[in-house]
């Protein structure tokens, strides 16, 4: 009988050409009858001999495939060398932790290659774990996503994480509140916009217009005119834990303040793809409103969102005063960015006069020469990968709108600046987002990192502990990161790394947790529909 099943996606730029499969593990006890027999047999394996030093030492063979490529294990899990591979990601495979093996202690593995799929048996000290490489394209893993989406990741229309009741069991999972809940929800819009704007498929515009109404209501449930919640939970919900929470007249939900300007970016970033790709009439009347109470909000308060309490919230500040401050001149280049891009969204959306007005009147006091430094002034130890991903979801309406030719050289420096950055996280929405905003030609290398990168993101995204700082093929920068964690110099494959959405930095080598949460992933179909939309991705 099978304990579990967790999926894994994975996918191999052959040198024949474009191969997508993505990797499935599957996991038994010992005893299982389904359990072929030479799994069973006593371990042949023999020392590793080969010219080329694993990911972790006193590695055995133990099987080869037909491609020449071969399995080796040890009591620190399996890895797999394919010699002919041609990106480092493929050439060595290393499998480690729960999201793969039942267990470390590798004893025996056995290939099995006589079907349309690739199985690899993999016997451990306590059980049986089947990896297997079937063929699917990013499209068919693109609509698995989105189908978990809906089984186990909306709660009130907002799309987040969700925790499970029972480490690894998905039947025992269940929604609660997060601070980012808008952010989160503004980019599962903005990948079924893309996603409608590419197939037209019904489903796309009615989940897009779903997220869309929460985004709406997020604004309408604080009763006060531009100033949205983080979150809300119903009554009838487990009371919340940390943050401020307001109850609603009706006594029916309590929302969630102190917003920040996570969500300010996100909503922005939103409103604007749906009413350029897939609003009606009616919609864009109802965004021209809310765009611009946001907006108003802002310009009445001094560029701050303000709270119930009548002062800005803690990271909700784009004010000259606020730049003044020790933390402010810090944050000045990247909120430049961002009130810069929401001055000239709500022009865009709305057409009225002031919003150019006011932007105008930020660029004048020196709001775009203080963008020319985001990045530039960050320590190596001190890299905010949040802050990267409030740049890009930023840099792309504010590029998309500006025709200005002064002001768009002084935004493509900035960028292009930041793109050569980040270059090495082979993150494929930054990439695209440079692109399709004139920073740089999306190259071949490119494409195909981009691609290699959204194959090799898994789809089991349960928080499994992941462990890589004892393997002896990667290299440690001297700088920790700004939580003083030790950070690699170079990311591995998304599938050996800890799950993150694009806010998390990619080089750390260990994270996760007991496999209590698992990710909504949205995070892979935004850049998968936006590449499909710009051509991109086939």
Known sequence: MKQWLLIVGLGFICLTGFAQTQKFATHFPSESIEVPFPVRQKPNGEPWTGTETGPVPGLKLFATEKSGAVWLGGV??????????????????????????LDDDVQNIWTDESGSARKIWVRTRTGVSLIEWRPMTLEQKAKLFDDRVEKRH?????????HLGAAGDLSTSFQNDNDNDGLWTAMYLSAQVY????????????????????????????????????????MDEPRPQGGEWHPTPDGKWLWKGDTSSDESVGHYY??????DLVANKAEKEEIRKVVSRLTDHMIENDYDLIDLDGKPTRWGQWSERYFQTEEGSYEAALRSIELL????????????????????????????????????????????????????????????????????KIYLDGLRFTSEK???????????????????RMTRELREESALT??????????WGVRNSH???????????????????????????PIGKWNSNPYRPNGGGNGSEEDDGAFFLLPYWMGRYHGWVK
């Open 76 to 101: 620190q899990g399996a890895a797999r060398f394919d010699p002919q591979a041609r990106h480092r990601w493929d050439r060595w495979q290393y499998f480690y932790g729960r999201r793969w093996l």
């Open 154 to 162: 909306v709660r009130h229309g907002m799309v987040a994480g969700s």
């Open 195 to 234: 996603r409608y704007a590419v197939t037209r498929e019904p489903d796309a515009r009615v989940k897009a217009q779903r997220a869309l109404r929460l985004l709406i209501r997020l604004e309408e449930i604080t009763g006060k005119p531009g100033f949205f919640a983080r979150s809300f939970v119903s």
């Open 270 to 275: 939103a409103y604007a793809l749906y009413f």
């Open 341 to 408: 891009a929401f001055l000239k969204t709500a022009h865009h959306i709305t057409g009225q006069k002031k919003y150019a007005d006011a932007y105008q009147d930020r660029i004048r006091r020196g709001y775009a020469e203080h963008m020319r430094h985001y990045r530039r002034w960050a320590g190596g130890g001190e890299i905010n990968f949040s802050d990267d991903e409030l740049a890009y979801l930023s840099y792309d309406p504010l590029l998309r709108y500006e025709k200005d030719a002064k002001l768009r």
């Open 422 to 440: 980040i270059r090495p996280d082979m993150n494929p929405l930054w990439n695209y987002i440079s692109a399709a905003s004139g920073a740089g």
């Open 454 to 463: 959204l194959e090799r993101i898994p789809m089991d995204l349960i928080d």
């Open 471 to 497: 393997r002896v093929d990667v290299e440690f920068e001297k700088d920790k990161d700004r939580f003083g964690q030790s950070q690699l110099i170079k990311v591995l494959a998304p599938d050996e790394r």
